[in-house]
Every structure is written in C-alpha cells, then in structure tokens.
C-alpha cells in the first residue's frame, strides 16, 4: 500500500470524528442563561459548592466566598475570596456589568478583574453567566458559552446531597462535563470577610468567552 493510499483512510476517519464531535455538540445546543436574574437579589454572598477545576483557583484550598454589590453606575462590585493550603486568605476586587441593552438583568455579566482604568481595553474580560436559578434565589448555577468554566454556588455553605445531586445530573443531560466537578471544602469557622477576593476566581480567561 502506498503512502498516497494509507492518505485517504486517515483523512475519511478524521473527518467522520469531526463530524461526531459537532453533532454531539449540537445535541446539546447552545448555552443559554435564564431569562432574568434580578441584580438586587442576586447581590449578596454566595459560597462555592462545587465547580470544574480551573487555573485561577489552582491555590484554593477551601472558604471560597463571593460577594457581590451593586453599584449606583449600574454595575456589580465582585469581591471573591478562597483560603490557600496554608491558611491565608487570598484578594481581589472586580467589576461586572451587563449588556447595555439588558440593565438589571444579570442573567449574563461581562466580569474584570483588570484596574478600572484598564477595563475599557477589548481584554481581560470573562463571561459570566447564570444557567440555572433557584426561584428564591438559595443557590445558582455559572458558566459561559464553550461549558469549559462552571460554579455551583448557595447562600449557605453547602447544599443537601440529593439537591446536588440533581443538579449535577441536569447540568451532564445539558452537555456539561459534571463528573469532573469538584466539591470546594467550607470550614465551620467564619468564612473570609466579604473585602478578600480571589484574583479572576470567577472571570473567563479569553474575551468573548
């Protein structure tokens, strides 16, 4: 057989996997955030439950906390907070805001982390985006459009197992990689205060993410 000939079959089996892999992404569609997410109630303190290992928070070890405000100009301060293996607390302070279109709803925010100053460069800007809501807002689901980033999120420390457990299945029916969630660990002492902040905890590392 030739090398012309050994050509062929290889490039046939490449083009059937690239064909198996977009109809098993479009068996899942398009990621799409809830219709609304009131920015009044959304604000407050939310703790991670669960999320895909990232490399923003390869430092964090447990007590991971955000904490989000809104501001008269119409945005959100994000202020996220996790304690690294050695028991400090680490720190950052970002902003959020919707579309122009879309103000109070923070079903789908544009996050930085970067100075104010900065914010206005076409950078360093993360989607963040509500997928699933409790209707009385007790715990949230994020991600953003390729599902390669996802948090579970409760206004208390931890979820009951079986609630998990259900939304763990609904977000792998949904296309995402749910068996690789990680469970974060909240410790019973007081969580970092809400001033301390993990550095792009919760921000997409490509624009237009």
């Known amino acids: ?68 405000q809104p501001r008269p100009d119409g945005t959100l301060q994000v202020t ?29 925010l544009k996050v930085s982390f970067l100075p104010r100053w900065l914010q206005w460069l076409p950078v360093g800007k993360g989607d963040y985006w509500v997928v699933m809501l409790d209707p009385e807002y007790r715990w949230s689901v994020v991600s953003e459009p390729r599902r390669e980033y996802l948090w579970v999120l409760s206004r208390t420390p931890t979820l009951p197992p079986d609630q998990l457990a259900r939304l763990v299945d609904h977000l792998r029916a949904q296309g995402y990689p749910a068996d690789q969630l990680v469970l974060t660990k909240q410790t019973p002492a007081a969580p970092p ?17």
């Open 1 to 68: 057989m030739t090398q012309k000939d050994l050509r062929l079959p290889l490039i046939a089996a490449t083009a059937l996997l690239a064909l198996g892999l977009a109809g098993r992404a479009a068996d899942h569609g398009e990621v799409k955030p809830v219709p609304r997410v009131d920015a009044q109630r959304y604000a407050g303190t939310w703790y991670e439950v669960a999320r895909l290992p990232n490399r923003f928070q390869a430092d964090c070890a447990s007590d991971v906390v955000a904490h989000y």
């Open 80 to 108: 996220n907070s996790c304690r690294t293996p050695t028991g400090r607390v680490e720190t950052d302070v970002g902003r959020a805001w919707p579309p122009s279109e879309s103000a109070g709803n923070a079903s789908r």
């Open 193 to 209: 205060a809400a001033g301390s902040a993990l550095r792009g905890a919760f921000a997409a590392p490509r624009e237009g993410a």
